[in-house]
């Protein structure tokens, strides 16, 4: 079993900057993907950043030149830095990991509890 669980969400004004971190915990293969999503109301989850064991990285085009996506493979920990925050990135964040132990087998996938970003004036 896996255990995600998010911090570092919170209000911030437009332009404004923050930080979410993910710590993960239990046993899970030592390759795998880790990523952020969001989930504004009326709308579906979409992927803000994805970063692989080796660290390549990958991002959504809204976010990009704003967000840096990271992680401790030491610590288990995901991180998101979020800077030049627009209203529009008010959401619910999400935590992700992903992983295929063999080539044929389903993908793995975990999700933490989500943490609530608001930009707003």
């Known amino acids: 079993q896996v255990q995600l669980v998010e911090s570092g969400g919170g209000l911030v004004q437009p332009g404004g900057s923050l930080g979410l971190s993910c710590a993960a915990s239990?046993?899970?293969?030592?390759?795998?993907?880790m990523g952020w999503y969001r989930q504004a109301p009326g709308k579906q989850r979409e992927l803000v950043a994805r970063?692989?064991?080796?660290?390549?990285?990958n991002y959504a085009d809204p976010v990009k030149g704003r967000f840096t996506i990271s992680r401790d493979n030491a610590k288990n920990t995901l991180y998101l830095q979020m800077n030049s925050l627009k209203p529009e990135d008010t959401a619910v964040y999400y935590c992700n990991v992903e992983w295929k132990r063999t080539a044929w087998t389903a993908t793995l996938t975990y999700w933490g509890q989500g943490t609530q970003v608001t930009v707003s004036s």
């Open positions: 239990g046993r899970f293969f030592s390759l795998n993907v």
């Open positions: 970063i692989t064991t080796g660290g390549i990285t």
